[in-house]
């Protein structure tokens, strides 16, 4: 589905990602891990066609994302980021159905799609009318990932979309976000710095964990592979480095 082929980039003379290669197979799942500052939000950018690379290409079912055709291959990915990124002055409906009405879809079809996402995500019809600020953090999160669906893209894009919220709802919405992945049959990257989250998903769903430090692959590989053989001193360090997320590692590879 995707492949980025020696992609560079840099901010200001700062390295952000060194040239790399990488590869998103059709329907699966890959989680992007690393510490603050890696460079795994920036290669989420450059997927979605936010960010251009300095170098390297990155190809969608084979086509090149060129500055020409952006536009239209950006609607084939939905993009979820931390919070949410809804607009303050749409409504819950207004704001999952910009981008249909914009592209003009017939009325019955967006009324269609809105009601079929909002039992995806549970979350009632009566929630239509309200705007972000009346809403938690966890119904922000959800309103968010019918935006990115609506379009039923072929790539979900997801940034730390769990990120800002508190503890219980973080692990209420992981459940669903699996649920949610399991039945929409699409291919997913996501971003995480949270160790147990990384476990949580690897372990339930993803065929792949990626492993950044300062804007390089460190490793790349299944869930066991990063903790039993790690390629280096530097994953050992990363996958233990929190009490809490060791446990959960260790429960899960028992």
Known sequence: MLELTQIAKQFNGSVALHALDLNFAHNTTTVLIGPSGCGKSTLLRMIAGLVQPDSGSIRFEGEPLTRDNINDLRHRMGYVIQEGGLFPHLTVQGNVTLMARYLKWPVARIDARLQELAQLVRLTPDMFTRYPAELSGGQRQRVSLMRALMLDPDVLLLDEPLGALDPMIRYELQQELRDIFKQID???VMVTHDIAEAAFFADKLADS????????????GSLRDLVQSPAEPFVGQFMTAQREPLEHLQKVLR
Request: glycine share 6%.
């Open 186 to 188: 699409k291919t997913v």
């Open 209 to 220: 964990i990626v492993l950044l430090r300062e804007g390089r692959v460190v490793q790349q």
